[in-house]
């Protein structure tokens, strides 16, 4: 066992932490976004829908999408011979959450 860590390789530009965490928290927040807009819009315009079994499924699909992104995301980055992939698991999946952040405060 050698107590020195090889050196990684260059990575790709979309994989390094931030550009990865922007691009990959696109996707869940596009889902979450339709999912509540159209309940809104819903709300709004004098349809009756049931409101929790809505929020519910949006936070189904918003969980899922997150985790499989974040995954993916893990994924390439360790194929990519980097062996830092925690923060970069994190950020991923805590950045769609300042998008829908920032859709609230819209």
Same mark, same amino acid.
């Given at each position: 066992?050698? =107590?020195? =860590?090889?050196?990684?390789?260059?990575?790709? =530009?979309?994989?390094?932490?931030?550009?990865?965490?922007?691009?990959?928290?696109?996707? =869940?927040?596009?889902?979450?976004?339709l &999912?509540m807009?159209?309940?809104l819009?819903?709300?709004f315009s004098?349809? %009756?829908?049931?409101? /929790?079994?809505?929020? %519910? %499924?949006?936070?189904?699909?918003?969980? !899922?999408?997150v985790?499989?992104?974040?995954? !993916?995301?893990? /994924?390439?980055?360790?194929?990519s &011979?980097? /062996?830092?992939?925690?923060?970069?698991?994190? %950020?991923?999946?805590?950045?769609?959450?300042?998008?829908?952040?920032? /859709?609230? !405060?819209?």
């Open positions: 066992m050698n =107590p020195i =860590p090889r050196q990684i390789p260059p990575l790709p =530009p979309l994989l390094r932490v931030w550009p990865a965490a922007v691009v990959s928290s696109v996707l =869940p927040f596009a889902a979450t976004f &999912e807009f159209y309940a819009q819903s709300l004098s349809k %009756v829908y049931i409101a /929790y079994g809505v929020a %519910v %499924v949006t936070f189904l699909i918003s969980a !899922l999408t985790g499989l992104t974040t995954i !993916l995301v893990s /994924y390439f980055a360790l194929t &011979e980097d /062996y830092r992939w925690h923060w970069r698991s994190f %950020v991923t999946g805590g950045s769609c959450a300042i998008w829908l952040f920032g /859709y609230g !405060l819209v």
